[in-house]
């Protein structure tokens, strides 16, 4: 199902991340903008977004230039996805999601699995995304008990239910987590698969319907004795864990660390917007002139800024492979839930009835950031992560 109908433009090959930004930015004010209502209003997956950014080469953001990507990593993607998320949140986590799929199957890629997805993904052609989550195991999505069997000396046989899987049924290609095939392999062990859209025994379930972040088509998948390669194995069987902890999770926490900083900075610029526009009929007096409203949006833009250092600070250890950068990437996302809730509420507050109006940007806004808590790793999660961390025990102690 390799997305044809868009021709490459990719005049970013070989970019610098100045106008790698510049492109996100225009694809965010030209499209992103005039769509993200409708996005939400319709739960709708934001398609002509996501094209836009395979066409500018975007979508190859993560894939290394070997297979004509434009070798970014963890900071790029996390500035990428700030930018989307000041227009809407659901093109962010939909274009991250992607970016965190071909992040994992370059991590260990075999040449031909480079040629047919990693080389169309980065020529806009193709478009990924991972399905870790299932009903049973909850926030802990690292834990898999979806069946992986060898069939025969070249085929895999898939059986399992994922939820949540972001750009459910628009994907070109799904990055499957599952119980390790070798039926001797050692308990707690996994592997990653890739399942092309299209392959017999997928059944997607009801259309996403969520309070906030409608426009991500999370969906639900039920692989009913799914038939795929061998070769469309992930690194070696029992690899899952070393991906959730070297790839998917640095990844997937600065995406969704990007995304719900954009949603925090649009609620900043929309406070300040108003405090700087609105007078007091009576007085001629500013909202921006009264002490305790000057206050309150100095507090949100320190809660800001102190969070956007930490995201940044993060994903510069990944990039750099810190010593710091797991309890960084678990605080960043924990911080910016926090920030995202907080600049939200409080600008609702001082944008006093407006605010509160139903179908108002503060609506929108407020569902969407209600979500950076529960998606897995969950804040609660993410916070026991880093005191184990830099105490020294085992991340994932019962």
């Avoid at 949540?164 to 592997?191: C, L, R």
Wanted: hydrophobic share 40%; with cysteine.
């Amino acid at each position: 199902m390799t997305n044809t109908k868009s021709p490459l433009v990719n005049s970013l090959r070989g970019a610098t991340l100045d106008e790698i930004l510049n492109s996100a930015r225009q694809i965010a004010k030209d499209i992103l903008t005039v769509d993200a209502e409708q996005v939400d209003t319709d739960a709708r997956w934001p398609e002509r977004g996501i094209r836009a950014l395979q066409q500018a080469g975007l979508g190859g953001l993560v894939v290394s230039e070997e297979f004509g990507g434009l070798g970014q990593g963890a900071l790029a993607l996390v500035r990428v996805a700030e930018i989307l998320g000041t227009e809407c949140t659901s093109t962010g986590l939909c274009y991250g999601m992607h970016c965190v799929g071909a992040a994992v199957i370059g991590a260990k890629a075999t040449p031909d699995q480079g040629e047919r997805y990693l080389r169309p993904i980065a020529q806009g052609h193709h478009l990924t995304t991972i399905g870790l989550s299932e009903p049973g195991t909850g926030a802990h999505f690292y834990l898999s008990e979806t069946k992986l069997k060898a069939v025969d000396g070249d085929s895999y046989q898939i059986s399992g239910t994922k939820s949540f899987v972001t750009n459910g049924a628009h994907a070109d290609s799904y990055v499957i987590s599952t119980v390790a095939a070798d039926p001797g392999a050692p308990p707690g062990q996994f592997s990653c698969v890739l399942v092309n859209e299209g392959t017999p025994g997928l059944d997607w379930q009801l259309p996403w319907d969520g309070m906030g972040m409608r426009g991500n088509s999370s969906c639900s998948l039920k692989l009913n004795e799914v038939k795929i390669s061998k070769r469309d194995l992930i690194g070696d069987e029992g690899d899952q864990i070393w991906y959730i902890f070297q790839v998917v999770a640095p990844y997937f926490l600065t995406a969704m660390a990007g995304t719900y900083l954009g949603l925090a900075s649009t609620a900043l610029r929309i406070a300040q917007d108003h405090l700087t526009s609105r007078t007091y009929s009576t007085s001629g007096v500013s909202l921006a002139q009264v002490p305790v409203l000057q206050h309150r949006i100095g507090v949100m833009w320190g809660m800001l800024e102190r969070t956007r250092q930490l995201v940044y600070f993060a994903a510069s250890q990944v990039d750099q492979g810190g010593p710091d950068a797991l309890p960084a990437l678990c605080s960043a996302k924990a911080e910016v839930a926090d920030c995202a809730v907080n600049l939200v509420n409080e600008a609702m507050t001082l944008l006093g009835g407006i605010g509160y109006q139903r179908g108002g940007r503060m609506e929108r806004l407020m569902r969407d950031a209600r979500a950076a808590h529960i998606m897995a790793p969950t804040t609660d999660v993410l916070r026991t992560w880093v005191g184990r961390s830099i105490l020294g025990q085992p991340l994932l102690a019962d």
